[in-house]
């Protein structure tokens, strides 16, 4: 799967969190999810991936469209991958 696709689907799996009453344990699932593949995408240091680890931890309506910020802006970006993994980006 694209990597555009990948995040996509994990926007679009948020959104459904919110638009489903937002169940906490719905929006851990979702949030392991989208850690994991920012994680595999860009690696744990990248700035991508330390964002989402410190602004999405608990679990409410906030922390969800940070989430989906975070990752609509790795989208943006493009593959993470393309970058050099070992030099997170400046903040």
């Known amino acids: 799967m694209a990597v555009e696709q990948r995040i996509d689907d994990l926007i679009e799996a948020g959104w459904g969190v919110l638009d489903s009453g937002f169940d906490p344990v719905a929006f851990q699932r979702w949030r392991r999810r989208a850690f994991d593949c920012l994680t595999a ?15 999405v ?23 993470c991958t393309s970058w050099d993994r070992s030099k ?3 903040t």
């Open 88 to 90: 997170p980006m400046a």
């Open 41 to 55: 995408m860009c690696g744990p240091d990248h700035v991508y991936t330390r964002h989402f680890e410190n602004f």
């Open 57 to 79: 931890r608990q679990g409410g309506k906030r922390d969800l469209l940070a989430a989906s910020g975070i990752l609509s802006a790795a989208k943006e970006q493009g593959s």
